[in-house]
T-cell receptor, first 109, second 114 residues
Framework: AQRVTQPEKLLSVFKGAPVELKCNYSYSGSPELFWYVQYSRQRLQLLLRHISRESIKGFTADLNKGETSFHLKKPFAQEEDSAMYYCALHNTNAGKSTFGDGTTLTVKP | EAEVAQSPRYKITEKSQAVAFWCDPISGHATLYWYRQILGQGPELLVQFQDESVVDDSQLPKDRFSAERLKGVDSTLKIQPAELGDSAMYLC????????????FGPGTRLTVT
């Protein structure tokens, strides 16, 4: 069974501080991993995916297969980064997606 | 910019009543997903369509929930009869295909069962 765990429900940092949102997964195959974000009063949207290895809004995430993790990082948090963040795993064989329970990030001024 | 549409946005119903939600995906998106999101939890996949065919409904409570996508375009999710525990946000998403593609989400339907 595939599972995604986001151990922190809430994360609060000050503006300009580094931030790391943790995501661990369990899956026996080769996973496709994504980070989705939901800003206040907006719909859920893709932030980044591990396949593209790109940086979006200053965020990066590295897939660590040894530790089965896909942590989201940003060196200098901004107030506009305050949102709910969801880590998601996509099963390429079954085409099934599993989401974590999310982390609410608050960036204080 | 094209978006996924859902209606209604809010629905209040009494337990044992029937309720239906509608989703119109982005044009050209072959894959359509229905998720249920309980407060404080992440989205849970209920059913996934590829065109008009169901490819995963393993988490769909089939005794009361049904979903269809007759022409491979828009989709309807129905609950009959509704129970108190069905109160949640119901999200629809679509993507170009099943693997590796970004999912585009609708605004959701907030269901309250009284």
């Amino acid at each position: 069974a595939q599972r995604v765990t986001q151990p922190e429900k809430l994360l609060s940092v000050f503006k300009g501080a580094p931030v790391e949102l943790k995501c661990n997964y369990s899956y026996s195959g080769s996973p496709e991993l994504f980070w989705y974000v939901q800003y206040s009063r907006q719909r859920l949207q893709l932030l980044l995916r591990h396949i593209s290895r790109e940086s979006i809004k200053g965020f990066t995430a590295d897939l660590n297969k040894g530790e089965t993790s896909f942590h989201l990082k940003k060196p200098f948090a901004q107030e506009e980064d305050s949102a709910m963040y969801y880590c998601a795993l996509h099963n390429t064989n079954a085409g099934k997606s599993t989401f974590g329970d999310g982390t609410t990030l608050t960036v204080k001024p | 910019e094209a978006e996924v549409a859902q209606s209604p946005r809010y629905k209040i119903t009494e337990k044992s009543q029937a309720v239906a939600f509608w989703c119109d995906p982005i044009s050209g998106h072959a894959t359509l997903y229905w998720y249920r999101q309980i407060l404080g939890q992440g989205p849970e996949l209920l059913v996934q369509f590829q065109d008009e065919s169901v490819v995963d409904d393993s988490q769909l409570p089939k005794d009361r929930f049904s979903a269809e996508r007759l022409k491979g375009v828009d989709s309807t999710l129905k609950i009959q009869p509704a129970e108190l525990g069905d109160s949640a946000m119901y999200l629809c998403a679509s993507s170009l295909g099943r693997s590796g593609y970004e999912q585009y989400f609708g605004p959701g339907t907030r269901l309250t069962v009284t």
